[in-house]
């Protein structure tokens, strides 16, 4: 009996051990909740001063303190780490807030995360500056990239959308106000085409017009056509589609001098103003312009494609630096983005703030994406594996960076949305053109209730 007891606790214990280490790999955030986050906080509270002690984020006490603390206790005077707030729990994670000493700064304790983060045991930590003096540590205790689900509260605003999950398990929101272009890059089967569409399906619930230039003969972007207000299928129709938004760009610059009593011959570059400040029954529709696969507008084979590409590429160009204050805004995407396009590829780059690189092909896409902003980040972006679609870089012209991963949305949800929010698609009248064509939905005329039953005599 004694033996079968003893068997009974030596296999209850190894279920118990298999069930956690199943849990820890399958279900990563039940398993944080359940085992992970007690541990963590257990060994963050008992070894927190030894910690602090030995990553070097102590300081010498006060004198009064040393004055008060012998007094009292006589006991050894030892260094006094930062001031802990209080920790708060997660479904990820850990936060807490550390008020510094005189003297240090948060790069010193930025400098540590790595430290911490095998200290306490979690998967990665990160610091971020709250207030002078106060810094908040974020400890993410499981790779929430492998399995992305987004946070339940986000940002959101007008032209704002969350559109991907950051390594620190904060919302990636695009905010087009803030940064009004962005350059996104990515192999075949690398997430961008993910990327995109997860843009198109937030920002279809948005008052905003959504024009595409989709040079694979619209495979990209015609699912979307019910909610796009101008698509362009080819490097032809992209020719007749760009003059329109420039032209559409200077009137609304008209509009604001207008407005603001500025003399008609001022040029435009000289006007600090934007279209948000206009009241709200002048405002004109906001309009965002994806480009899919921005090479094609850069290859040419003929002496006549050559004019027309450098006539393309300086409205881009025009569109970057003037579109802002206007309300129009660039999504620029391609597998591949260098120099060697043709002239006006760097000084188009240059204007787009935002970059996103997801896994490329060649080194040099990642070094024209992010090499002038964040030259550490271009490994990172090299180092994406094919196993992890959706997975990215992104940076902007700050020189901050950071991994994200855009949740999985198929094409056909996508699809529904745009064609459920078709009626919010705006009404601009220089884009009616080129407005796509949508078959309309057969409807099937509703059969018999009940079959007729042959009369008998």
């Given at each position: 009996m004694t033996d079968l007891v003893t068997w009974a606790e030596l296999g209850g214990s190894l279920a118990a051990i298999g069930g956690a280490a199943y849990a820890r790999h399958a279900h990563p955030a039940a398993y944080w909740s359940t085992v992970g986050l007690p541990v963590s906080v257990a060994r963050l509270l008992a070894s927190y001063s030894s910690t602090m002690d030995a990553c070097g984020l102590t300081v010498e006490p006060s004198r009064w303190r040393a004055l008060a603390v012998k007094a009292t206790t006589r006991r050894e005077i030892r260094p006094v780490p930062p001031r802990r707030g209080m920790i708060r729990p997660t479904s990820t994670g850990l936060r807490l807030r550390l008020r510094l000493a005189p003297g240090q700064e948060p790069a010193?304790?930025?400098?540590?995360?790595?430290?911490?983060?095998?200290?306490?045991?979690?998967?990665?930590?990160?610091?971020?500056?709250?207030?002078?003096?106060?810094?908040?540590?974020?400890?993410?205790?499981?790779?929430?990239?492998?399995?992305?689900?987004m946070p339940r509260r986000t940002a959101s605003g007008p032209l704002q959308v969350p559109v991907a999950l950051r390594e620190d398990a904060t919302a990636f929101v695009r905010d087009y106000r803030a940064v009004p272009h962005e350059l996104v890059l990515g192999a075949t089967?690398?997430?961008?085409?993910?990327?995109?569409?997860?843009?198109?399906?937030?920002?279809?619930?948005?008052?905003?017009?959504?024009?595409?230039?989709?040079?694979?003969?619209?495979?990209?972007?015609?699912?979307?056509?019910?909610?796009?207000?101008?698509?362009?299928?080819?490097?032809?129709?992209?020719?007749?589609?760009?003059?329109?938004?420039?032209?559409?760009?200077?009137?609304?610059?008209?509009?604001?001098?207008?407005?603001?009593?500025?003399?008609?011959?001022?040029?435009?570059?000289?006007?600090?103003?934007d279209i948000w400040g206009l009241p709200e029954d002048e405002r004109p529709t906001p309009i965002v312009l994806f480009v899919d696969e921005v090479?094609?507008?850069?290859?040419?084979?003929?002496?006549?494609?050559?004019?027309?590409?450098?006539?393309?590429?300086?409205?881009?160009?025009?569109?970057?630096?003037?579109?802002?204050?206007?309300?129009?805004?660039?999504?620029?995407?391609?597998?591949?983005?260098?120099?060697?396009?043709?002239?006006?590829?760097?000084?188009?780059?240059?204007?787009?703030?935002?970059?996103?690189?997801?896994?490329v092909n060649d080194e040099a896409s990642a070094k024209m994406a992010l090499g002038d902003i964040?030259?550490?980040?271009?490994?990172?972006?090299?180092?994406?594996?094919?196993?992890?679609?959706?997975?990215?870089?992104?940076?902007?012209?700050?020189?901050?960076?950071?991994?994200?991963?855009?949740?999985?949305?198929?094409?056909a949800e996508a699809a529904a949305t745009c064609r459920e929010t078709a009626h919010l698609a705006p009404d601009v009248p220089a884009l009616t053109p080129f407005r796509p064509y949508v078959p309309p939905v057969p409807v099937k005329e509703p059969g018999p209730v009940a079959a007729p039953a042959p009369v008998t005599e």
């Open positions: 010193d304790v930025a400098a540590s995360a790595e430290r911490l983060r095998h200290a306490w045991g979690v998967h990665a930590v990160y610091v971020r500056d709250v207030k002078p003096g106060v810094v908040e540590l974020r400890l993410v205790g499981f790779d929430v990239l492998r399995k992305v689900r089967l690398s997430g961008k085409s993910m990327f995109l569409r997860s843009l198109i399906a937030a920002l279809a619930a948005q008052s905003v017009a959504l024009v595409g230039i989709d040079c694979k003969r619209g495979v990209e972007l015609a699912p979307f056509a019910p909610r796009l207000s101008g698509l362009a299928t080819d490097p032809e129709q992209a020719a007749e589609l760009l003059p329109v938004l420039v032209k559409e760009m200077e009137d609304r610059y008209d509009l604001i001098k207008a407005r603001q009593g500025i003399a008609p011959g001022t040029p435009d570059e000289e006007i600090t103003s090479a094609e507008l850069f290859l040419v084979a003929t002496r006549k494609e050559e004019e027309r590409r450098d006539e393309m590429v300086t409205q881009l160009i025009r569109l970057a630096q003037l579109g802002r204050a206007a309300g129009i805004y660039l999504e620029v995407c391609g597998q591949r983005f260098g120099a060697e396009l043709g002239k006006g590829a760097t000084m188009l780059r240059a204007q787009l703030t935002g970059r996103v690189c997801h896994r964040a030259p550490e980040a271009v490994y990172a972006a090299c180092s994406i594996a094919a196993e992890l679609p959706g997975l990215a870089v992104v940076g902007d012209t700050s020189g901050g960076w950071s991994r994200i991963r855009t949740p999985y949305l198929s094409l």
